[in-house]
């Protein structure tokens, strides 16, 4: 089993930033992809980025490439999610999850089959 909680989330600005983090237990994740996904009021969940656990290897949607980062820290097991240059159409509850091999989508998009979510962290951002 493995355990996914986020934290970071908040309240800010049009154009302030927000880093989210996303603490793993429960396994090794030296094969593992990690993903974040938001889903907005009213609207289905969406991908935002993924990072290769081992090589580091990232995958972004296009509405958030060059605004946003994900980044991990093997040492703490702990995924992150820089996002810079908000806009209110980012509020939404974000989630971390994790994709186990096989892999259906080799870039952790919208394709894949999450095996561990987390229960999310709500993101506001306000005009």
Same mark, same amino acid.
């Not at 992809?33 to 969406?46: N, S, T």
């Not at 992150?80 to 091999?101: F, G, H, I, R």
């Given at each position: ?7 970071? @989330? ?11 983090? &996303? #603490? #793993?237990?429960?396994?090794?994740? +030296?094969? /593992?992809?990690? @993903? !974040?996904?938001?889903?907005? $009021?009213? *609207? ?8 290769? !656990? ?10 958030? *490439?060059?605004?946003?980062?994900? +980044?991990?820290?093997?040492? *703490? ?10 806009? $209110? ?5 974000? /989630? &971390?999850?994790?994709?186990? $091999? $096989?892999?259906?989508?080799? /870039?952790?998009?919208? @394709?894949?089959?999450?095996?561990? !979510?987390?229960? @999310? ?7």
């Amino acid at each position: 089993q493995v355990q996914l909680v986020e934290s970071g @989330g908040g309240l800010v600005q049009a154009g302030g930033s927000l880093r989210l983090s &996303c #603490a #793993a237990s429960g396994r090794t994740f +030296s094969s /593992y992809a990690m @993903g !974040w996904f938001r889903q907005a $009021p009213g *609207k289905e969940r969406e991908f935002v980025a993924a990072i290769r !656990w081992s090589a580091g290897n990232t995958y972004y949607a296009d509405s958030v *490439k060059g605004r946003f980062t994900i +980044s991990r820290d093997k040492a *703490k097991n702990t995924v992150y999610l820089q996002m810079n240059s908000l806009k $209110p159409e980012a509020t939404a509850v974000y /989630y &971390c999850a994790a994709d186990l $091999p $096989p892999y259906r989508d080799p /870039y952790h998009g919208e @394709g894949a089959e999450y095996d561990y !979510w987390g229960r @999310g962290t709500q993101v506001t951002v306000s005009s």
